[in-house]
Nanobody, 121 residues
Framework: VQLQASGGGLVQAGGSLRLACVASGRHFSISSMTWYRQAPGEQRELVATTTAGGRINYSESVKGRFTVSGVDALKTVYLQMDSMKPEDTGVYYC????????????????WGQGTQVTVSS
């Protein structure tokens, strides 16, 4: 299973970006997809998560501004980022909880490569 994150870029404060994370491979299902971000010199922090059961959670810092959504049983997940702030700057990563067909009771974690988001003031 491979994850490909895309959609990062440079945006002015107040602007919007939409990130995408696409999972590819064979014989797997997604149980959850989580977006993280890491600012320079900071620890990686959770931004938003969505599960196959329909549960969605956001960090307090992005609640009301970011929206996570998924299609194709979460094999593609989007992070719509609106009203962006300079503190949203960082590398954004997606992480998938994956069940392989041969071991459906075990959830494995896979990470995407990260996409840079820069918000200028």
């Amino acid at each position: 299973v491979q994850l490909q994150a895309s959609g990062g870029g440079l945006v002015q404060a107040g602007g919007s970006l939409r990130l995408a994370c696409v999972a590819s491979g064979r014989h797997f299902s997604i149980s959850s997809m989580t977006w993280y971000r890491q600012a320079p010199g900071e620890q990686r922090e959770l931004v938003a998560t969505t599960t196959a059961g329909g549960r969605i959670n956001y960090s307090e810092s992005v609640k009301g501004r970011f929206t996570v959504s998924g299609v194709d049983a979460l094999k593609t997940v989007y992070l719509q980022m609106d009203s962006m702030k300079p503190e949203d700057t960082g590398v954004y990563y997606c992480k998938a909880g994956v069940r392989l067909s041969g071991s459906p009771f075990r959830v494995r974690e896979y990470w995407g490569q990260g996409t840079q988001v820069t918000v200028s003031s």
